[in-house]
């Protein structure tokens, strides 16, 4: 007999073997989870029947409740109160009523003189405005940038004009005879521009 024994194959089992071969699919894996989650989930009837919801309505209804028996009983309270003091109920408000009798009241005697206390008390409250202190500023900065604009224009207009001269005055200067002699006119003129200068800013 030979020292090593035959080793059997491994038996296979044909459900392993499909397994193997053919993995699930990705459909086949979210049919599979969707009827996990449907078995986990709740009805909505369960859901709505639960003990919190329940307790919440009953609350609120309660409460609902009992703000209508307040308000019929304060309505009950004013009814009997006006009917007490000789109004009629469900007209509105007394200030509604005083200004139609005011009016009947001047309809009847015939005045045309203005109520001033109706005048006075139908007059609207200006609002103050938060921001009247920044719209001031703002003008007066305009204002401010305006002059500042006008005066560095003046100043510009001056300051041409001077050039102006002087280009004329060195070009007066400048002229000469045929001998290459300056003119005696335009030196005389310059001259006497330069007396008058000077003795205007002496009188001032």
Do not use: W
């Amino acid at each position: 007999m030979s020292s090593h024994r035959r080793r059997r194959p491994p038996i296979l089992d044909d459900n392993d073997d499909h397994d193997n071969r053919h993995p699930p699919t990705s459909r086949q894996s979210h049919d599979l989870a969707t009827q996990k989650r449907r078995a986990h989930a709740i009805s909505l009837h369960s859901f709505s029947t639960k003990r919190g919801h329940d307790r919440a309505l009953a609350e609120f209804k309660k409460r609902k409740e009992t703000k209508f028996l307040k308000n019929a009983a304060l309505l009950r309270e004013y009814s009997k109160a006006m009917k007490s003091e000789g109004f009629d109920i469900g007209r509105g408000a007394s200030r509604k009523r005083d200004r139609d009798y005011a009016l009947e009241g001047k309809a009847q005697t015939g005045s045309n003189e203005p109520d001033v206390e109706a005048s006075s008390s139908r007059k609207k409250r200006h609002k103050s405005d938060p921001l009247h202190d920044a719209r001031k500023k703002a003008i007066h900065l305009k204002e401010s940038q305006l002059e500042k604009q006008n005066e560095n224009k003046r100043r510009q207009d001056l300051e041409e004009k001077k050039m102006q001269n002087r280009k004329n005055r060195a070009r007066k200067l400048m002229q000469r005879t045929k001998n290459g002699q300056p003119l005696m006119k335009n030196v005389i003129c310059d001259l006497l521009g330069k007396i008058k200068s000077d003795v205007g800013a002496d009188e001032k």
